[in-house]
């Protein structure tokens, strides 16, 4: 399984940008997924996640922000950031998991750069 994310690039402060995460159709509709981030020298954390029946969860950093939601036209999920900040310049990974034949598959984009900066 493949995941495939664009939309990153460089922005001014409170500008929006649309990160999307393309993945292949199978298991689409049992996957949970999730964004993730990391910044230079700090550990990856959680963005957002969604659930496969479309429940979400955010950090308390980006509540009110960022928006995750379910593409199915590319079987992945969207995360929409507004009024962005400098902190939250990273690199965003996109994560999805299911469960087959009882494991739980886990798979990871290659990652997209997102700057904030004036």
């Known amino acids: 399984v493949q995941l495939v994310e664009s939309g990153g690039g460089l922005v001014q402060p409170g500008e929006s940008l649309r990160l999307s995460c393309a993945a292949s159709r199978n298991f689409f509709s049992i996957s949970a997924f999730g964004w993730y981030r990391q910044a230079p020298g700090k550990q990856r954390e959680l963005v957002a996640h969604?659930?496969?029946?479309?429940?979400?969860a955010y950090a308390d950093s980006v509540k009110g922000r960022f928006t995750i939601s379910r593409d199915n036209a590319k079987n992945g999920v969207i995360l929409q950031m507004n009024s962005l900040k400098p902190e939250d310049t990273a690199v965003y990974y996109c994560h999805r998991s299911y469960v087959f034949a009882g494991n739980t598959i886990n798979n990871w984009g290659q990652g997209t750069q997102v700057t904030v900066s004036s």
């Open positions: 969604i659930t496969d029946g479309g429940s979400t």
